[in-house]
């Protein structure tokens, strides 16, 4: 084990995930494997606090204990660190491996040390401005940049270092409410984000929205509105000023993932007709109201789209966007109203324009089962299905013919099932269903949701074909 190269080890260390405890271990090996490891440990080393402040205030003890001399004395000065208690200096400069910076972690640990009273918000000041310049100073290659605090005001392209350290950010997560000025400053020298996260709290930004005007290759933007935020802040321009910045990048952007709000005008008319190189379409509606963007949705043409995740939108207008697709089309997730004189075309389109279809979410009924058929013959790369039952109060949907076609006409991959809602199944279906379903090759994954036709006796049968391996794994999604 204490021979493997150091390709293998950070190989190994993907198993690991975010449990720091076989990382801290792995320290201990020899000078290769401290090496290997400390790098991943200093890498991200937010993600292994598991908002802990015994570990928040651990780790910024260490992190400390990297300012310079002239930090050292003007936070002593200040009152706020005991210098003798600053001698010590790593051996190593941990810093430096750091590529995720996650303010947030600096805003708790400061909040730990000072307080919350604004006596002391002079102290808060000079230390987070000492932390911010140490990142700026030893942080050799940063690529992600959570930006989230209302209250930050400091001017990271100011400081020492952050022509070096800047350059390279490719992922920023940030909201609307942090201060113009600091997004002004970071656009004058990141160019190379690719990634942006925000967080509206539907207020316009200019430093923002300037910020993204002069990216280079953005190809991932996301979206989300602050749900707290009262409606009467909301006005149809909010956002008019980001929407024009992300226009400008609609040849680029592959990845888009927004929350609509019909009271608030983003994204532009323009994006639906315009953002033709998307492969991930992700529209979820904030409201209430169905089906109140589909006269924007008709306008939606993504032929290279992979994945669409789309909420409130009526058959008729899903059946549209898949129809203009090219094939590529392998996921889909979408909240609609069933209508009985959509329901058949809706997947007829689907298993036409769908060819790699993996994994697929329905809302059926009776008249269906025929249409259904046809896709489960037709998409062979099938793996997960999702099955609702459009019956509601004591209507109930007939699971024996569901089944009876799921294990007749399935795909081989298809190995997750789910079924929601109203679906008639009696002991006697299901452990038909399993018993044909043991000539498979592949073990089932079993799930069900608010399907109240579902007894004691038939968790005994799924328990007994579990043991048999024939379902790897049964989910009542209620109690999950």
């Known amino acids: 084990m204490a021979t493997l190269n150091k390709d293998i080890l950070l190989y190994i260390s993907q198993e690991f995930g975010n449990n720091s405890n076989p990382l801290f271990s792995c320290l201990l090996i020899n000078k290769?494997?401290?090496?290997?490891?400390v790098s991943i440990l200093w890498k991200e080393p937010w993600k292994f606090l598991n908002e802990s402040q015994e570990r928040v205030f651990l780790l910024f003890n260490t992190i400390i204990l990297h300012l310079s001399e002239d930090s050292k004395k003007l936070l002593a000065s200040q009152g706020i660190l005991n210098l003798s208690s600053l001698q010590q200096k790593p051996l190593i400069n941990y810093i430096s491996y750091c590529n995720k910076l996650d303010?947030?972690?600096?805003?708790?640990?400061?909040?730990?040390?000072?307080?919350?009273?604004e006596e002391f918000d002079y102290q808060r000041y000079f230390i987070e401005q000492e932390i911010y310049k140490l990142f700026m100073s030893k942080c050799l290659n940063l690529r992600y940049l959570k930006l989230e605090n209302q209250c930050f005001n400091h001017q990271l392209h100011h400081f020492p270092g952050a022509n070096t350290c800047l350059p390279e950010l490719v992922h920023l997560q940030c909201t609307t409410n942090v201060d113009s000025e600091i997004f002004f400053g970071l656009s004058l020298i990141c160019k190379k984000i690719e990634k942006i996260s925000i967080i509206s709290f539907l207020n316009e930004n200019l430093g923002l929205n300037r910020l993204i005007d002069v990216q280079e290759n953005l190809n991932y933007f996301r979206f989300e509105i602050d749900r707290f935020k009262e409606k009467n802040y909301k006005r149809k321009d909010t956002c008019k000023g980001l929407g024009n910045s992300i226009m400008k990048h609609s040849n680029n952007i592959i990845h888009f993932k927004v929350t609509l709000d019909y009271e608030i005008d983003f994204p532009p008319i323009e994006f639906y007709q315009k953002f033709i190189n998307l492969k991930t379409l992700s529209l979820y509606n904030n409201g209430r109201i169905r089906n109140c963007f589909d006269s924007r949705f008709l306008f939606l043409n993504c032929p290279k789209l992979e994945i669409l995740q789309i909420g409130r939108v009526s058959q008729f207008v899903l059946s549209n966007i898949i129809s203009k697709t090219e094939g590529s089309l392998w996921y889909i997730r979408a909240g609609y109203t069933y209508d009985e004189n959509q329901s058949k075309e809706l997947i007829r389109t689907?298993?036409?324009?769908?060819?790699?279809?993996?994994?697929?979410?329905l809302v059926i009924?009776?008249?269906d089962f025929e249409e259904l058929q046809q896709l489960l013959m037709k998409c062979k790369n099938l793996f997960e299905i999702i099955l609702q039952s459009h019956k509601r109060g004591k209507l109930m949907s007939n699971g024996s013919i569901l089944l009876d076609l799921l294990v007749r006409y399935a795909?081989?991959?298809?190995e997750e099932i789910e079924l929601v809602s109203n679906w008639e199944i009696t002991v006697n279906d299901l452990e038909k269903f399993l018993k044909n379903w043991a000539h498979r090759e592949n073990p089932l994954e079993f799930r069900i949701r608010h399907v109240p036709s579902i007894t004691d006796e038939h968790l005994k049968i799924l328990d007994t074909y579990k043991e048999k391996g024939i379902i790897k794994l049964f989910k009542n999604m209620e109690k999950s």
């Open 32 to 37: 290769l494997w401290f090496e290997t490891f």
């Open 103 to 117: 303010l947030n972690f600096v805003n708790i640990y400061i909040q730990l040390l000072t307080g919350s009273s």
């Open 350 to 361: 689907i298993y036409q324009y769908c060819p790699d279809l993996c994994n697929i979410y």
């Open 365 to 367: 009924d009776d008249q």
């Open 411 to 414: 795909p081989i991959n298809l």
